[in-house]
């Protein structure tokens, strides 16, 4: 993933570049961000202090809280880096988020080891880091545009499709001496891959040249794997990353302890006023298809109302934009995601995680079973009420976009992490504040 990070390059000598583009370049090399955010998000906040700060023991917990923003900082850029990597991470979205993070973490570690600190300084510094780095990223997105090399075969019109990015095709061998500066991306299943070229790439990889794989670049630009064989992560097996796996099984318990001592009134109003809309039970249930292939009952507050006769077909499953079934409240619970509440209870008795696949109806699942190779290997993690397909694509149930939706869940079984959760989570948001996607 770190050929995402390539700093964009022109055809021409930096010399010749525009202002603008020298600006920019300057603005993506590392050492740059973090030295800029030393000064303005540590030192300024510092330096204000002293300067306006009319108290006479100012300096008691001076150099707490130096330390603790250039802590903050460095956490802040470590997390906002392993998000921004990803694909479909608008970076300027992630910012707050990233660096809220981590200033809370060190603020939580000052308060738990009793240590003073100077929450007027530790705002400042927050505030200046996130407007240092948002502004960075603009002059980033406006004018900086990755650009790569590009070998003819198979997999170059489906590269150069892609929105975003520059391609040079390397249509003879002659292109590759003129372009010296451009990292290479390789189809190595390509059949027009002959020995001389195999032979020049290795020669240019001795140089020092980047070879990126067109199928690693293909799923960071698009966030899917393809289907036509089950894909191997990472570390070079099927199961996802057994590391961060019972640490998340962790956080999903706690966090959603703590929400259901907070929510527990939106959950008694949302009861009451989905019971007074329409005749039925409150809590809808519903057999699924979840971890390992293992049914289990979700929680959902009814959104619908309830059907009369029992439908066999696996169509009544689906549900639509316009689908007469759903009652005015729950039009709304459904965009915002409040009829997803009660899926708290799955999440702590093991059926869920609050990030991963989102689990299918039995029916449907059978279903795409017998139309869709390796469909149930998305059943290697649990199941999530927000996941990677759901974020990037919204709610699908034809055949079609089912396929499309598997690759993006095989994308997540792949890089299973927890900066590809967070991100998942931080456009979760989004959703719910939009509406967007929501069914």
Not at 42 to 64: G, K, M, N
Not at 258 to 278: C, G
Not at 356 to 368: A, D, N, Q, V
Not at 411 to 434: C, M
Request: proline residues 4%; charged residues 25%; hydrophobic residues 45%.
């Amino acid at each position: 993933m770190e050929y995402l990070q390539t700093i964009s390059a022109s055809e021409s000598q930096a010399t010749q570049k525009p202002l603008t583009h020298r600006l920019a370049d300057s603005l993506s090399r590392i050492r740059f961000q973090l030295i800029g955010g030393l000064i303005v998000a540590v030192l300024a906040p510092a330096i204000a202090r002293t300067q306006f700060e009319r108290i006479a023991d100012h300096s008691i917990h001076y150099e707490q809280s130096l330390i603790g923003t250039f802590c903050a900082l460095m956490l802040g850029y470590l997390i906002f880096r392993k998000m921004t990597i990803l694909p479909g991470a608008k970076a300027v979205m992630n910012v707050v988020p990233a660096f809220l993070t981590s200033y809370a973490v060190v603020v939580a570690f000052f308060f738990l080891m009793r240590i003073e600190y100077s929450r007027a300084q530790f705002l400042m510094s927050f505030a200046l880091t996130c407007i240092w780095f948002a502004s960075i990223l603009f002059v980033m997105a406006r004018f900086r545009r990755p650009v790569f090399a590009l070998l003819p075969g198979s997999a170059s019109s489906r590269l150069t499709s892609y929105k975003g990015v520059r391609w040079r095709v390397l249509r003879s061998k002659k292109l590759i001496e003129r372009l010296p500066h451009l990292p290479i991306v390789v189809d190595f299943r390509s059949p027009s891959l002959d020995d001389d070229w195999q032979r020049i790439i290795a020669e240019e990889a001795i140089k020092g040249r980047r070879i990126l794989s067109a199928r690693e670049l293909s799923e960071s630009l698009t966030g899917r794997v393809q289907i036509d064989h089950l894909s191997q992560n990472s570390f070079g097996h099927l199961a996802p990353d057994s590391l961060y796996a019972p640490a998340k099984r962790y956080i999903d318990i706690v966090s959603a302890l703590i929400l259901i001592a907070f929510l527990w009134p939106l959950f008694v109003l949302t009861a009451i006023l989905v019971r007074l809309e329409s005749k039925g039970p409150a809590i809808f249930k519903q057999s699924r298809m979840g971890f390992q292939g293992e049914k289990f009952t979700v929680y959902k507050f009814r959104s619908m109302r309830e059907q009369i006769t029992q439908v066999s077909d696996k169509h009544a499953d689906k549900t639509t934009d316009d689908d007469a079934r759903i009652t005015r409240f729950g039009s709304f619970i459904r965009k915002t995601r409040i009829d997803e509440l009660p899926q708290i209870i799955n999440i702590l008795k093991g059926d869920m995680s609050w990030i991963g696949p989102r689990p299918e109806t039995i029916r449907l699942s059978k279903w795409y079973e017998s139309e869709i190779p390796f469909y149930r290997y998305r059943h290697i993690v649990r199941p999530g009420i927000s996941g990677w397909a759901q974020v990037k694509q919204g709610h699908v149930t034809e055949v079609e976009d089912i396929r499309l939706k598997l690759e993006f869940d095989m994308y997540y079984v792949k890089h299973f992490s927890l900066w590809l959760d967070l991100l998942i989570a931080v456009k979760t948001i989004a959703v719910v504040v939009t509406g967007k996607g929501a069914r």
